[in-house]
């Protein structure tokens, strides 16, 4: 513990809490919406965003928020407008953002294999006290917009149509989800890297699931799982020199399986309540 001791670590930590605060709040909507895998999507985006700041010598987090703001809005478009399913867009993502990413970081003169790495799996002990800012910026603004759009965005990811009949406005909730999405990513990028930034916003819901029923519960409860999950994983790995990414990843699937353990032994037992409907009772639509 005497490593939190350590303005760095102060750093480190003050960063991670808000991505696992930030990153579940929005990854509840996307596991509504079977869209777990957009965070990985866009993770190969913002890794073109990365390539274009070497490259250019700007600032690879802002490059890396423009890039994959544009590719999310770009690959939502296409899946409203246009006859390419969710599924078969986010492929395109996949592969047009890693494919983008490695020919734009090889053409750097500057990128090397440590630098890369810091943005593939996070590198909170670099962070700087203007990394925090942002991070701090970004995250209460997505937190912010999952908290008071939250009727009409489950509204949204639990029936679109329906969401559309109802008069909510569905393609800028469509374009919000996306926007958020991105931002989401890309301050993560930093605390548990771009290839394990989809496991903070699905992992913490996924076990949250297994204790809740109602949405607003699950929320709140994966929020408290992504949180925990984050301290405890830089706590750790300052304590046993591990990566603070991949084990605040692990620390949250380790979550997930207790989760699911007690879970299994709560709903057998005998008179354990019948599950509640699924939409909040703050969820109220008008025509």
């Not at 303005?7 to 696992?20: N, S, V």
């Not at 928020?65 to 399913?85: K, M, N």
């Not at 943005?119 to 006290?129: D, E, M, R």
Request: glycine share 10%.
């Amino acid at each position: 513990m005497d490593l939190l001791t350590y303005p760095f670590m102060l750093r480190a930590l003050a960063g991670a809490l808000i991505i696992g605060l930030a990153a579940p709040a929005l990854g509840v909507y996307l596991v509504q919406r079977r869209l777990s895998l957009i965070g990985d999507g866009i993770g190969h985006v913002a890794l073109t965003g990365v390539g274009v700041g070497l490259l250019t010598h700007q600032s690879p987090v802002l490059t890396a928020v423009l890039v994959s703001v544009f590719g999310a809005i770009a690959v939502e478009l296409v899946r409203e407008r246009g006859r390419t399913s969710g599924d078969l867009a986010l492929a395109l993502l996949f592969y047009g953002g890693i494919a983008g990413g490695v020919v734009l970081v090889g053409l750097s003169d500057d990128a090397s294999n440590a630098s890369l790495m810091q943005y593939l799996f996070g590198s909170l002990i670099t962070t700087s006290p203007t990394d925090i800012a942002v991070i701090a910026v970004l995250g209460a603004a997505v937190l912010a917009a999952m908290l008071v759009f939250r009727p009409a965005l489950f509204a949204l990811c639990n029936d679109e149509e329906y969401a559309r009949v109802s008069g909510l406005p569905v393609r800028t909730l469509n374009l919000l989800l996306a926007v958020t999405t991105a931002v989401t990513v890309t301050i993560a990028m930093r605390t548990v890297g771009l290839l394990l930034v989809s496991a903070l916003m699905v992992v913490p819901v996924a076990a949250a699931q297994q204790l809740t029923r109602g949405f607003r519960s699950t929320m709140a409860v994966a929020m408290l799982i992504g949180i925990c999950a984050a301290g405890a994983g830089v706590v750790v790995s300052g304590e046993i020199d591990t990566a603070p990414g991949a084990t605040t990843v692990l620390l949250a699937i380790a979550a997930f399986l207790l989760a699911t353990g007690a879970g299994a032994l709560w709903h057998r037992r005998p008179g354990s309540p019948s599950p509640a409907p699924v939409e909040p009772p703050d969820v109220v639509l008008h025509g």
